[in-house]
């Protein structure tokens, strides 16, 4: 579980975030959305022990994120907005470093390429990777260790429609598994259905709760594009069985 | 935030990390440049030399001009190369001060290679091993010092070109500033008076104590020639140690900051 209270950063004078709170549950899917500026990266870097706020707390499985930081950071996955990796190493050797440093098993690297659709490019050095598979490496490691908390900036930006979708799948398998996913986004509408729970965050605080069945199309709209691509997903159930496989390494 | 240093030395985070820089080490085309310059740099160390002591003479000022700046640079390349990566990197639980100690560890273990290559033709077929051994291990500490040096000015800047500026003007710096500056103050009547302060300011800079603990060492000076006070004589009694003792501690001290300085980095 997340949970923030009354959290306040500011960068040099200007205030970002003026006493936010929130809370995420496990086994449910969170979105905080917003528009540019409102504060929902700077949440999300506040809760993967990135930067520190000002005041208030933040607290992962009931661990402060500033006092405990590193045994909080142990419970959490963070992906960053644009995830960069060493530009002279290659995916699976990203990976397998991650690996290491967190004390995962080296064998599940190679599933977590499959799932992200990365192993012809297993040998590829990270340079040389578009924007698109850079994301999905950046997936495939938030998803390697396994990780109970579950913390995605803006996750689907540089993702075509069909990995967009996947994505989403992926998600909704985690929670199920009683993972706690927290998702920033300005692309509310892809979400319509997906996520559990939607808070729209406005000028360093959470304004409001939205229904996450009847999300509007305000930040940013690319659903069009989604649809249109509904029939080469592969299916829920594919995912499903994929990522059970994968559960079990 | 916790200035974590209780983590830094798990193993397998480190594993991890000594695995990366060697990776990266290997593949990086600056290495590969100076391991030739290194074996270049000693075989005309040998070539161009009358005996053994010219050898290290010569050796000893590749190691002051290009060693100390190779390792600088090193230092510098290796902070600031995976910027980008920082916030995925910080955000997984290993306490940052393991990133500035793993690179550290790797970089130290590498120079001790190369720097095998520098030494090696004279090794090979010189006479004066263990005089050469000492100035290999000596070598190596100036090596560790400036790549620590190189690592605070990578962590610190904001980017490559301000890293650069600030790690080469601190070389410069050392080389060079300190003698100058050393030089105009001995006019000062308070230098005069007390011309220990002058030797302590020497004394204290990893690159004096290096060349004063070469040249000694290599019998370059005859040691009466600077046996002027009893800090000096004191030093040229114990050159050696104290030559390692300053190494030690500059790379210590900048290890530290560097780990200080990143745990307080927020993005």
Not at chain 1, 147 to 168: I, Y
Not at chain 2, 8 to 33: C, D, G, K, Q, S
Not at chain 2, 108 to 127: D, E, M, N, Q, Y
Not at chain 2, 222 to 229: D, G, H, M, V, Y
Request: contains cysteine; glycine residues 8%.
């Amino acid at each position: 579980m997340i949970a923030a209270e009354n959290l306040t950063k500011n960068y040099g004078r200007t205030p970002v975030l003026r006493g936010l709170t929130l809370r995420a549950e496990p086994g449910e899917i969170t979105l905080l959305v917003g528009a540019n500026g409102a504060g929902k990266s700077t949440t999300m870097k506040v809760l993967a022990g990135l930067i520190r706020p000002g005041g208030g707390r933040a607290t992962v499985h009931g661990l402060d994120v500033v006092t405990d930081r590193i045994n909080a950071q142990r419970l959490l996955s963070y992906l960053p907005q644009s995830p960069s990796f060493h530009l002279r190493l290659t995916c699976a050797e990203v990976l397998r470093f991650y690996a290491r440093l967190r004390g995962v098993i080296v064998s599940r690297c190679d599933a977590m390429l499959e799932l992200t659709g990365l192993s012809e490019v297993a040998r590829v050095r990270t340079g040389k990777l578009s924007g698109g598979m850079r994301q999905r490496l950046g997936l495939a490691l938030l998803l390697l260790a396994d990780a109970p908390v579950l913390l995605l900036d803006e996750p689907g930006l540089s993702l075509d429609p069909s990995w967009r979708k996947r994505l989403q799948g992926t998600l909704q398998f985690e929670a199920q598994r009683g993972k706690t996913v927290l998702i920033t986004t300005h692309l509310v509408a892809e979400w319509n259905g997906v996520a559990d729970r939607c808070l729209l965050c406005g000028d360093g605080v959470i304004e409001r709760e939205l229904d996450p069945t009847d999300l509007p199309h305000d930040f940013g709209d690319s659903t069009s594009s989604l649809h249109e691509c509904d029939r080469e997903m592969p299916s829920p159930v594919s995912v499903e069985n994929e990522l059970r496989s994968i559960v079990s390494i | 935030m916790n200035f974590a240093l209780s983590s830094p030395f798990e193993t397998h985070a480190l594993h991890a990390l000594l695995a990366r820089e060697f990776r990266a080490a290997l593949i990086n085309r600056y290495f590969h440049v100076f391991c030739a310059l290194a074996l270049i740099g000693g075989a005309t160390a040998v070539l161009f030399s009358e005996d053994t002591n010219a050898t290290g003479f010569f050796i000893l000022q590749i190691a002051l001009y290009f060693v100390s700046l190779f390792a600088l640079l090193t230092g510098v390349s290796s902070a600031q190369g995976e910027r980008e990566e920082w916030p995925l990197l910080f955000a997984q639980p290993v306490g940052r001060g393991a990133f500035v100690i793993g690179k550290f560890c790797a970089l130290f273990l590498i120079f001790g290679g190369v720097l095998l290559l520098l030494f090696l033709p004279a090794l090979v077929t010189g006479s004066a091993a263990t005089m050469l051994l000492r100035l290999y291990f000596q070598t190596l500490l100036l090596a560790a010092a400036f790549v620590s040096c190189g690592l605070v000015a990578g962590f610190l800047a904001n980017d490559r070109s301000q890293a650069l500026i600030i790690g080469v003007s601190a070389w410069l710096f050392l080389l060079f500033g300190v003698d100058l500056m050393a030089l105009f103050a001995a006019r000062w009547p308070l230098l005069q008076s007390v011309p220990d302060l002058w030797v302590a300011a020497l004394m204290l800079n990893p690159l004096d104590a290096f060349r004063i603990e070469a040249l000694f060492a290599l019998q370059q000076i005859p040691a009466e020639a600077a046996n002027k006070t009893p800090l000096a004589a004191w030093w040229i009694d114990h050159a050696a140690l104290w030559f390692s003792a300053i190494a030690v501690m500059w790379t210590l001290a900048l290890i530290a900051f560097s780990a200080f300085r990143l745990e307080r980095w927020e993005e």
